[in-house]
């Protein structure tokens, strides 16, 4: 575990690095370094971290949650988050991190440039507050952008991303930062549970996702475009294949069947989809996933679209 904590370290151009359970463990690792109970944190509306974390920030992190809308590409907008800072006031809690997500899961695997972390951490610098980037997905984003990894988590004071999606690996975060940030992480590892023994065997796997699985992130990406594309075909699905960016499709099935019966009836013919609520539907593509299993699927699901339209009838 201590070759992969310095080899995540190393690409990602931090000082330390610290392998936890889960995506989820480290955002809070992070929210319990950064902060102190009674704090106030900022995050958009869409936020991994808002919506399906327990509500850890504040049960177990003792802060106050400000919402700012998330733009439909993910972005937060600086004028928003800077008068979502406090100013210096007795009767308010005190503004110490700002969040954010690359890619963004909710708004689709949008991707945030590099520019525009450094433009929105520098404001977030600028008053004070440190900066957590929850990059589950952030070799995602660099795949899509081109760029090193390293250059889009350059701004932020800690960053954390996932073994255990497009990486491959069977389980397991990391989550990045200076030495005093990563030791004092350590601690809280421990407290919640998280010190692991023997934690090697695991580790192993998450050496050869850094090693061996960024680069093929791509083909996820052309098989989630591929994906779009064909749905975009089918009467009654309502999707926007230029707005994907990564390997997450979002897209409505027809108005006159519900989603969660949509789902069911897709799962039910071994095409599996999530859902986020209302009429949307998530699709993720990764290594399992070819574009001859794309193509079956797009004929299922068109197939039960049919079906769908018949019953409407």
Not at 10 to 30: D, V, W, Y
Not at 286 to 292: C, D, L
Not at 297 to 304: H, S
Request: proline content about 4%; some cysteine.
């Amino acid at each position: 575990v201590n070759l992969l904590e310095e080899l995540a370290a190393r690409m990602l151009e931090k000082e330390a690095a610290l392998f936890t359970a889960s995506g989820t463990m480290s955002n809070l690792i992070a929210i319990l370094t950064h902060t102190r109970h009674g704090n106030e944190i900022i995050m958009g509306s869409e936020a991994h971290m808002l919506w399906a974390e327990v509500g850890s920030a504040s049960t177990l992190g003792g802060v106050v949650m400000w919402i700012v809308p998330n733009e439909q590409d993910g972005r937060l907008d600086p004028g928003m988050v800077e008068q979502a800072i406090r100013p210096e006031n007795i009767h308010f809690p005190q503004t110490t991190l700002l969040c954010l997500e690359n890619t963004h899961n909710r708004c689709g695997g949008t991707v945030l440039t590099p520019e525009y972390t450094s433009a929105i951490a520098e404001l977030a610098h600028q008053h004070g507050l440190r900066v957590h980037l929850d990059g589950a997905r952030i070799f995602n984003a660099a795949v899509a952008l081109d760029v090193p990894v390293s250059e889009l988590v350059a701004p932020a004071d800690s960053v954390c991303f996932c073994l255990s999606k497009g990486l491959s690996a069977p389980v397991g975060s990391l989550l990045c930062g200076t030495q005093e940030f990563v030791a004092t992480a350590r601690k809280w590892r421990k407290m919640l549970g998280g010190g692991m023994r023997q934690v090697g065997i695991i580790a192993a796997a998450g050496i050869i996702a850094l090693q061996k699985m960024v680069a093929r992130l791509a083909e996820d990406h052309a098989t989630a475009r591929h994906l779009a594309y064909g749905l975009a075909n089918i009467p009654g699905i309502t999707v926007h294949p230029d707005r994907v960016q990564t390997n997450i499709v979002m897209f409505e099935p027809p108005i006159t069947i519900p989603a969660p019966e949509f789902i069911q009836r897709s799962n039910a013919r071994g095409v599996r989809f999530g859902s986020l609520g209302g009429q949307r539907v998530r699709a993720v593509t990764h290594r399992m996933v070819t574009k001859a299993d794309i193509d079956e699927a797009l004929n299922r699901i068109e197939f039960l679209v049919r079906e769908i339209e018949s019953e409407a009838h």
